[in-house]
C-alpha cells in the first residue's frame, strides 16, 4: 500500500526498524517548518543542529535508495505547518496510508492525534525504538504512589537490562555511589582539549537568516562543534570515554570560570534528537569498566550510568504520568518576571554572568550550572515557572519538552510541590562558593547578607524559606533550614528581609 512515513528533527533513529528494508511502496518525509521552529524562541545552535541532522538523515535515506521527500524551511513549495505539508502531500501523491513515530512530546503528540482523526486515509503510529523503558512503564510501577522515587525506578530498570550487576546484586555491593562524587575542581587533573567536530554549517545558517527564524544565543556555523551524525555522537562517545569517563564523577558537581564542560559528556543532543542510543551509551560504557580498559572507578562509572538510566528515563516517565497538568504546576505560586539580564548575561552576579554567557555562546551549560546557579537564583527570585519553563526550553541545545520541563518546573523549581525532588534545590552563597571560583572575582561578597554589596543569594535564601514557611514546614529535609530561620533575633531576620526586598524590588540592576 502506498505509504507516506513522518520523522520528525527529533527522531533520527538510523537503526530503526522501519529503514531495514527498502520499499518502493514507502515514502519518508521531514520537513523544516515554521511551527517547530517559532513554538518557542530557540537556541540558533539548535536550529542548525536539527536542520544539518535532519539534512544528513535525508542523505542516509537517500543512500540506502528508499524513497524520501525532504521540505526545507524556504522551499516555495512549503506551508510551514506538518499538517498542511501532510494534507497537500497525501493528496498530491495519493498515499493510502500514514504513519508516524511516537513524538517525545505531548503537544506533538496531541496534535499528530488530531491529524490523523482528520485523514480519510488508514494511519498508524510506531515506537521510536530510542527509550529503554516505555510511556507508561514509570506510572505503573508507581501506581497509587503520590510521589515518585529516582533510586526505585533506577534499580528495577538496571535489573530488568542487566546493568551492572552481579547476579541479583549490584556491582560494588551498592547501588548508588553518589556520595563520592561531589569534589571541587581546583584544576589538578587536566581538562583534555575540546574534542572539535570541524562541521561547517553556515550555509544552514544563511537559510535559517533568509527565513528571519528569530532566535536566542550566538554560533561560530562554520565550527559547528555538536554532532550531527552517528559517527560524530560515536566520536564524542569515544572521546568521552577516553578522555573524561575517569573524572566525571569526582566533578560533576563542580563548576570553574576556566571551562564550560569540564568532564560532563556533552551527549544530550545527541541522545535526545536519537544518533545514538540510551542504551548503547550505557552498555558502551559498562564494558569499557568490566573490561579493564579504563582508569575509571566504579563510582564514575556508576555515577554516569544512573544519569541515562535512572535520571533521563524517569523524567521521561513523570512526564508522560503527569502531562498535560504538569505544566500549569506552580506551588509556591511565583509571580515574578524573569530578569532581564538572563537574555543577556549582562549582571554583577559572577555566578549567573558565567552561566549564562556561555550558554548563550555554547547552547550548553551542564547540570550543576543549571540547577544551582541560574534555576536556584530564578526559585529565590521568585519568578513564575512560565518565565523559567520559556528560558530553559529556549536556551540549550538539548530542550525537548519532556526532559526541559520535568527538570525546570519539577526539579529546580519545585513547582510540583515534590512529586521529581524531595526538597527545593535553593542555597546561598556558601554552596556556590564550595562548589566553584565564582565568588572569588565577583562584585558581590559571599561573605555578606547584609548592607552594600551583599551577595544577594544570602537575603533571597532566608527570604525564599520566610515567604514559603508554611508549604515547607512540613517537610522534614528543610526542617532544620526553618529552625535556624525561627531562632534568628527578630531584627536580623527582619533586616535580611528588607534586603530581599531591595534585591527583588531592582532586580534588573543587579
Ligand atoms: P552529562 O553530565 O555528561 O550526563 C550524561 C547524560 O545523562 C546527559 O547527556 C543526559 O542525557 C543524561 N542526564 C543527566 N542528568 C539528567 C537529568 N537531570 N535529566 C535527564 N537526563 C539527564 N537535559 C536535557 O537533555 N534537556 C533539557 O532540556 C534539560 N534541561 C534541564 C533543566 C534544568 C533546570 C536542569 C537542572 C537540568 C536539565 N537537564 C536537561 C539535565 C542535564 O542538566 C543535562 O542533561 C546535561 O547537563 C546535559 O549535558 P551532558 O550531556 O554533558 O550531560
Ligand atoms: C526543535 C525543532 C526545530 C527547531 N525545528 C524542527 C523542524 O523544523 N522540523 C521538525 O520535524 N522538528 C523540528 N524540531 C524538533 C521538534 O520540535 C520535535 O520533534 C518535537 O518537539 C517533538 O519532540
Ligand atoms: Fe554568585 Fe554571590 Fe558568589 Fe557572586 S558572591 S559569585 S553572586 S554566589
Redesign the pocket.
Known amino acids: 500500500m502506498k505509504t507516506l512515513r513522518l520523522i520528525l528533527g527529533d527522531q533520527l533513529n538510523y537503526n530503526h526498524s522501519w529503514l531495514r528494508t527498502v520499499d518502493d511502496n514507502i515514502t519518508y518525509v521531514l520537513m523544516e517548518v515554521r511551527e517547530e521552529t517559532d513554538y518557542t524562541k530557540h537556541h540558533i545552535q539548535k536550529v542548525i543542529g536539527i536542520f544539518a541532522a535532519m539534512y544528513n538523515f535525508v542523505q542516509f535515506l537517500k543512500k540506502r535508495k528508499h524513497n524520501v521527500i525532504y521540505i526545507q524551511i524556504n522551499d516555495k513549495l512549503n506551508f510551514q505547518s506538518v499538517s498542511k505539508n501532510i494534507h497537500y502531500l497525501i493528496n498530491a501523491g495519493e498515499f493510502k496510508k500514514f504513519e508516524y513515530l511516537l513524538p517525545d512530546e505531548y503537544r506533538v503528540d496531541s496534535y499528530l492525534k488530531k491529524l490523523c482523526a482528520q485523514l480519510k486515509i488508514e494511519t498508524s503510529v510506531s515506537d521510536t525504538e530510542h527509550f529503554i523503558s516505555s510511556r507508561d512503564e514509570l506510572s505503573k510501577v508507581f501506581e497509587g504512589k503520590k510521589s515518585y522515587l529516582l533510586e526505585t525506578f533506577y534499580r528495577k530498570l538496571r535489573v530488568k537490562e542487566g546493568v551492572l550487576m552481579q547476579g541479583s546484586k549490584p556491582y560494588g555491593g551498592k547501588w548508588n555511589f553518589d556520595a563520592l562524587n561531589r569534589q571541587t575542581y581546583k584544576g589538578e587533573e587536566r581538562i583534555p582539549p575540546f574534542l572539535n567536530l570541524k562541521n561547517d554549517y553556515s550555509s544552514i545558517e544563511e537559510e535559517i537568516r533568509k527565513a528571519k527564524i528569530a532566535t536566542i544565543g550566538q554560533v561560530d556555523a562554520k565550527n559547528f562543534q555538536w554532532p550531527t551524525t552517528p559517527i560524530q555522537a560515536q566520536q564524542l562517545m569515544d572521546y ?1 570515554i577516553n578522555k573524561l569517563l575517569p573524572n ?1 564523577g569526582k566533578y ?1 558537581d563542580a563548576m570553574h570560570t576556566n571551562n564550560w ?1 569540564l568532564f ?6 545527541a ?2 534528537i536519537k544518533l545514538v542510543s ?1 542504551l548503547s551509551v550505557i552498555k558502551q560504557v559498562e564494558n569499557t569498566f568490566l573490561t579493564g580498559k579504563t582508569k575509571a572507578d566504579i563510582a564514575q562509572v556508576e555515577g ?1 550510568i544512573r ?2 538510566l535512572g ?2 528515563e ?2 521521561r516517565g513523570i512526564y508522560w504520568a503527569q502531562m498535560p497538568g504538569y505544566s500549569n504546576l506552580n506551588y509556591f505560586g511565583h509571580q515574578n518576571k524573569l530578569p532581564d539580564w538572563y537574555w543577556t548575561g549582562d549582571t554583577k552576579l559572577n555566578c549567573l554572568k558565567h552561566a549564562i554567557k556561555q550558554s548563550l555562546e555554547h547552547a ?4 550543576i550550572q ?2 544551582m546557579i ?2 536556584n537564583f530564578a526559585l529565590l527570585a521568585q519568578v513564575h515557572p512560565n518565565e523559567v519553563d520559556a528560558w ?2 529556549g536556551i ?1 541545545i ?3 519538552e519532556w ?2 520541563i ?3 518546573r519539577g ?2 523549581q519545585f513547582a510540583d510541590g515534590g512529586m521529581v525532588g524531595t526538597k527545593p534545590y535553593v542555597s546561598s552563597s556558601a554552596y556556590i562558593d564550595k562548589m566553584s571560583n565564582y565568588c572569588k572575582t565577583c562584585y558581590y561578597d559571599k561573605t555578606k547578607k547584609l548592607g552594600d554589596r551583599a551577595c544577594p543569594f544570602n537575603s533571597l535564601y532566608w527570604n525564599f524559606y520566610e515567604t514559603h514557611n508554611q508549604l515547607l514546614n512540613k517537610n522534614p529535609r528543610v526542617g532544620m533550614m526553618l529552625n535556624v530561620l525561627h531562632k534568628m533575633e527578630k531584627q536580623t531576620r527582619q533586616a535580611l528581609l528588607r534586603q530581599a526586598e531591595l534585591y527583588l524590588a531592582n532586580i534588573n540592576d543587579l
Open positions: 568521552f566525571f560533576q564542560h560532563h559528556s556533552r551527549l544530550s543532543f541522545l535526545n540510551p554516569f544519569q541515562i535520571w533521563r524517569y523524567m550548553y551549560a551542564h547540570h543549571r540547577l541560574t534555576g530553559y526550553l540549550y538539548d530542550a525537548f526532559v526541559e520535568t527538570n525546570t526539579m529546580s
